[in-house]
C-alpha cells in the first residue's frame, strides 16, 4: 500500500515538469492527495492537494500561477504539472494522502510512497 512519485529530473530555469503519482494497494480516489516537498536544510512544504471529485484544489503560495495539480481516478493517479520552474523549485517532492481545503492541506497521513527529485538549474 503506497502513493509512488515519478517524473522528476533535472531541467532549466523556465522549463516544466509532470509529476506523477500512482496509488497500489488502496482505493486513492476515496482520499484526497497532497504534493509536499523538501529541499536540503529546510522545512517539508506542502505544495498542492486536490480532494475527493478534484474538489477542491489548493496551491501554496509558491505554486500558484505556475503549478496545476489534478487526478485520473480511472487511472488511480494524481499528476503536479509545474510550469515556470525556478531553482528555488528544487527538492524532493512525494505525494501523500491528506486533507484539502480551498486554503490550505493537513500534513501527510495514511499513504505516501517514495519522492522523486526535482532539480532546477539556472
Not at 69 to 87: I, K
Amino acid at each position: 500500500v503506497q502513493l509512488q512519485a515519478s517524473g522528476g529530473g533535472l531541467v532549466l530555469a523556465g522549463g516544466s515538469l509532470r509529476l506523477s503519482c500512482t496509488a497500489s494497494g488502496f482505493p486513492a480516489r476515496h482520499y484526497g492527495v497532497g504534493w509536499f516537498r523538501q529541499a536540503p536544510g529546510k522545512e517539508r512544504e506542502g505544495v498542492a492537494c486536490v480532494g475527493v471529485g478534484s474538489v477542491p484544489k489548493y496551491l501554496a503560495d509558491s505554486a500558484r500561477g505556475r503549478f496545476t495539480v489534478s487526478r485520473d481516478d480511472l487511472a488511480n493517479t494524481v499528476y503536479l504539472q509545474m510550469n515556470s520552474l525556478v531553482p528555488e523549485d528544487t527538492a524532493a517532492y512525494f505525494c501523500a494522502t491528506a486533507e484539502c481545503s480551498v486554503d490550505t492541506m493537513s500534513q501527510p497521513f495514511a499513504f505516501w510512497g517514495q519522492g522523486t527529485l526535482v532539480t532546477v538549474s539556472s
